[in-house]
């Protein structure tokens, strides 16, 4: 549902996968049998949501983008299986959930409540929505297991079925072993 004042935007923090990871995700997707009236989620439309603000007044976007501006490592994903939850959504779960997505969610949360701005109460559940309207769909055997960076996040708008990104953040190289943050 989109916001009923033109001043208002849809919002929420997502990470993306980078090209080759899409490119992997999309081959799987293709390999399910879907449902007719399935409705799968476009390649260009996955993402993994951080957190979901929902309608918010245009003006306050420079305040939350100023707070969530926030240091962290690069880290890497870990995709598993495919579930079906409830409504007759298709989703993909991750092997793993690692410290630091977990880690950079939490402080992402916390940034947006210290702008003054509400976000979605629900509990943590990382995923990437595949299809909604799929009760029926056969999944391909075996789990996807692709390596995905998170290099970083953005912070998305929601309008008409589109997705804009407002504004996106980087990891910072913190030296050492980790990965540097360069793409």
């Known amino acids: ?13 997502a990470v993306w996968p980078g090209p080759r990871t899409r ?15 399935a409705s799968t989620v476009a ?45 007759d959504l298709v989703v993909l779960r991750l092997h793993r959930v690692p410290a630091e997505l977990t880690d ?5 949360a916390r940034a947006i409540e210290t702008s003054g701005v509400r976000t979605d109460e629900r509990p943590f559940v990382p995923h990437v929505t595949l299809a909604r309207r799929a009760p029926d769909a056969i999944a391909p055997p075996g789990t996807l297991h692709l390596d995905w960076p ?15 990104e407002v504004a996106s953040f980087a990891c910072n190289d913190a030296g050492g072993s980790t990965p540097p943050c360069s793409r």
């Open 1 to 13: 549902m989109e916001p009923a004042d033109p001043e208002q935007l849809r919002l929420f923090v």
């Open 23 to 37: 490119r992997e995700l999309a081959r799987w997707m293709s390999a399910w049998t879907w449902p007719p009236g």
């Open 43 to 87: 390649a260009a439309r996955l993402h993994l949501t951080l957190a979901f603000i929902g309608p918010i007044e245009a003006v306050r976007v420079p305040g939350l983008i100023e707070h969530l501006q926030l240091p962290f490592a690069p880290f890497q994903l870990d995709t598993g299986s495919a579930q079906r939850w409830p409504g």
């Open 104 to 108: 950079l969610q939490e402080r992402i």
């Open 150 to 164: 998170v290099r970083r996040f953005a912070l998305v708008r929601s309008a008409a079925g589109r997705y804009a």
